[in-house]
């Protein structure tokens, strides 16, 4: 393998379905509500931010605030590779 080839290989992810899962909860400090998690950005997202090529997880997880009202789902971007919160925010999906 010469070196351009080594260049493109993708490290394996280190952080599984559900441990982003788990991180999600963290971040929400949340004891219920759904999560849903998602290998790619789901359809009817909007998020206006762009993260690197890095690999990542997106999670749809409950607001935390008791508020009953229309508004977006909470999209929390998780990278796979390190497990850092790239994104904690409005999924841009109201309406």
Not at 20 to 27: C, G, P, S
Not at 49 to 55: G, I, K, L, Q, V
Request: some cysteine; overall charge negative.
């Amino acid at each position: 393998m010469n070196r351009q080839q080594e260049s493109r290989i993708i490290p394996f992810p280190h952080i599984t379905k559900q441990k982003a899962l788990e991180i999600a909860a963290q971040v929400c400090k949340s004891d219920g509500g759904e999560f849903h998690c998602y290998s790619e950005l789901p359809e009817g997202c909007a998020i206006y931010r762009t993260f690197s090529d890095e690999p990542c997880w997106y999670v749809y997880a409950p607001w935390g605030d008791n508020l009953i009202m229309l508004r977006s789902s909470r999209l929390i971007v998780i990278s796979r590779l390190t497990g850092q919160v790239f994104y904690d925010g409005p999924a841009g999906n109201e309406g």
